[in-house]
Antibody
């Protein structure tokens, strides 16, 4: 069964760090680009970052560049998001997402994890 | 960054109705647009990609059309389980962006 499972969420104090993990199973993780997307409570979806299948290409949203770092370990089928200098506005559900890219249709987020909730609060 | 707008932002319709949601982009996207459905308390689910390709397993009452800057998602016969928020997403330019969503309610 193809799935992604996030972990690492919880309550974090402002200014502190947190690392999220996403374990992939049921597919060849090393063949796929993956992304992080977040959703603040009651709000819409915000794309955060992407990493290519081999980790050679990474792009961030302006809102998290210089504070968040995306990485992957293909030997462990795991995606990571290191979050530093956390702020109240980073409070959100964080989703890892597989990209089912094709040359004809481009990117599309075909597999989503269930999400892990990060609450930034003192 | 590419801006996406939805219209309407909310709609209420009856079972069996045909409903259409429009997504407009601030720049041309070719056909690089996807649609997602998100039910309350759940992760989003891919419905349509490449503007008009139906994701495997998605009911055929969902369809997508459009190119350039205007795209539509149509539900041909609304069902009770279609109560959700629907988001478009442009994947032509980084940063990828999502529209603000359309909430669909069943009367």
């Amino acid at each position: 069964q193809v799935q992604l499972e996030e972990s690492g969420g919880g309550v974090v104090q402002p200014g502190r760090s947190r690392r999220l993990s996403c374990a992939a199973s049921g597919f060849t993780f090393s063949a796929y680009t993956v992304h992080w997307v977040r959703q603040a409570p009651g709000k819409g979806l915000e794309w955060l970052a992407f990493i290519s299948h081999d980790g050679g290409r990474i792009i961030y949203a302006d809102s998290v560049r210089d504070r968040f770092t995306i990485s992957r370990d293909n030997s462990k089928n795991t995606l990571y998001l290191q979050m530093n200098s956390l702020r109240g506005e980073d409070t959100a559900m964080y989703y890892c997402v597989r990209d089912g890219w094709t040359s004809a249709t481009g990117s599309h987020f075909d597999i989503w994890g269930q999400g892990t909730l990060v609450t930034v609060s003192s | 960054d590419i801006q996406l707008t939805h219209s309407p932002s909310f709609l209420s319709a009856s079972v069996g109705d045909r409903v259409t949601i429009t997504c407009r982009a601030s720049q041309g996207l070719n056909n690089y647009l996807a649609w997602y459905q998100q039910k309350s308390g759940e992760a989003p689910k891919l419905l349509i990609y490449g503007a008009s390709t139906l994701q495997r397993g998605v009911p055929s009452r969902f369809s997508g059309r459009g190119s350039g800057t205007e795209f539509t998602l149509t539900i041909s016969s609304l069902q009770p389980e279609d109560s959700a928020t629907y988001y478009c997403q442009q994947v032509n330019y980084y940063p990828f962006t999502f529209g603000p969503g359309t909430k669909v309610d069943i009367k």
